[in-house]
């Protein structure tokens, strides 16, 4: 029989939504979490209740003692909505992210994927909602909600120049060339049926860093679309996203937005806005923005009620934290029926403007330039609610660590006519969203 998840309590909290959810990440009841910025809002999901994970060949859900593994066909993210279904949780939410390589799973190229997850989920033990009202907490049992509410009730820390921002050095590591990879690409597309395609680059961080301080310094100067701050079995990200892959309501209204098309922002107002003109008027611009957008039309054509499809927003500019893009959002309305909001999410994914057009040709181009798999990178961090309500970001101007390896990672949409200076340039002034905020982890034991 179904059970309910506690009933939702108020509580007080000290400083921003913004420090109060990075005090739960930093000084919270639980190691694993998930922070998810969405308009105006920040979610804490901490603790892990249940977990789903799916890997090249299985989807399995762990709840308590019981564990249920099935494998999948043809689609993963189908097997993934019938064994959220067997939650015994009523109105629930999860919270966790998908790999870009989910994509090749989506596309039936199973050759593509490794051993490593492509989707990952957990059912928190407890959900903060914070806003400028005030927070919501749903908790486990009272201990949990006794720690969390303490830590909302405290202080904020002052930001101190220990925590001054680091140096990243932005070059690339000895043997790597972007810039010969763009060529490779130039030529692929001039001989083939490739017509664009996002190549990217890692640069490793050297230093030890403090993600919480981190998220919370570089939230302060970016203006994402969302914003994330996880760190789930070993897997931690703090980022600032730029869109959204997609956006489904509990009432199936959907919609995705591509951004493609790139400038500088860097304050200075004269400069920022002879690049915006000339933003709106480059050819190769417009032309890498206008095929994405096509193909988000296609998109979501291929999954929403005949004739509900519309371009809602069509090159208009987005500023995000060091760059502005050319932005349009596509949406329609899905049927109803019992597949939830997964097709949505299925059409989209990954992001034209993470990947390329044609997708498929794009794959192969990722595959054959890049060195090894994007994990995270250009995937998304999602969250899905038994109402049928799901938000997935797009993972780009984030930082990464796994294990001991701590790297960024940033891209830049190639087409027929791109230089290699300016897309290398590009993925620069996308890395500085990040690096500018990169806080060093403290060494002194009072700090912690």
């Known amino acids: ?112 994927l490794g051993t490593a997850p492509l989707i990952r989920l957990v059912l928190p033990c407890s959900e903060v909602r914070i806003t400028s009202d005030g927070a919501e907490l749903r908790c486990a049992d009272e201990a949990d909600a006794a720690a969390i509410g303490a830590v909302l009730g405290a202080e904020p820390k002052p930001f101190t ?76 990200a703090a980022g600032f996203s730029p869109e959204t892959v997609v956006e489904v309501t509990a009432d199936g209204r959907a919609s995705t937005q591509p951004l493609a098309g790139t400038r500088a922002l860097t304050g200075d107002e004269t400069a920022d806005t002879a690049r915006r003109t000339d933003l709106l008027v480059d050819p190769k611009e417009i032309y890498e923005h206008a095929i994405s957008v096509q193909v988000a039309w296609d998109e979501m054509t291929s999954v929403c009620a005949e004739g509900s499809v519309r371009v809602e927003e069509f090159m208009t ?42 997708k498929a040709a794009a794959y192969r181009a990722i595959r054959e330039i890049e060195r090894g798999p994007r994990g995270l990178y250009s995937g998304a961090v999602l969250t899905v609610g038994s109402d049928g309500s799901l938000d997935a970001a797009l993972i780009l101007r984030t930082v990464f660590r796994e294990q001991s390896d701590t790297w960024l990672r940033a891209g830049a949409g190639i087409v027929g006519q791109s230089t290699p200076e300016r897309e290398f340039e590009e993925t620069c002034e996308k890395l500085r969203s990040v690096s500018r905020t990169l806080v060093e982890k403290r060494t002194d034991p009072q700090s912690a």
């Not at 001039?190 to 860093?209: F, H, N, T, W």
Request: a negative charge; hydrophobic letters at 40%; proline letters at 8%.
């Open 1 to 112: 029989m179904p059970t309910a998840l506690p009933s939702r309590v108020r509580a007080p909290y000290v400083g921003t939504p913004l420090q109060a959810a990075v005090r739960l990440a930093e000084n919270g009841p639980h190691d694993q979490y998930v922070i998810y910025e969405q308009e105006g809002a920040w979610w804490y999901a901490g603790g892990v209740r249940a977990s789903l994970e799916v890997d090249r060949d299985h989807a399995t859900l762990d709840h308590r003692d019981e564990r249920i593994r099935v494998p999948w066909q043809d689609d993963p993210l189908a097997a993934v909505h019938d064994l959220l279904a067997k939650l015994p949780q009523q109105d629930w939410r999860v919270y966790g992210w998908a790999a870009f390589e989910l994509s090749y799973a989506l596309a039936g190229e199973k050759e593509g």
């Open 161 to 236: 120049a220990e925590r001054a921002p680091l140096d990243i050095d932005l070059a690339e590591p000895p043997g790597e060339s972007y810039q010969e990879a763009v060529k490779q690409a130039v030529a692929a597309i001039r001989d083939g049926d490739l017509q664009k395609v996002i190549l990217s680059r890692a640069v490793p961080v050297a230093a030890e860093l403090d993600f919480p301080a981190s998220y919370l310094a570089g939230r302060m100067v970016n203006s994402p679309a969302r914003s994330f701050l996880l760190r789930l079995e070993g897997v931690e």
């Open 317 to 358: 500019i987005k500023e995000r934290g060091s760059v502005q893009h050319l932005a349009s959002r596509v949406g329609g309305q899905l049927p109803h029926g019992d597949s939830g909001p997964w097709p949505a999410l299925a059409a989209v994914f990954p992001a034209v403007t993470a990947s390329g057009v044609p």
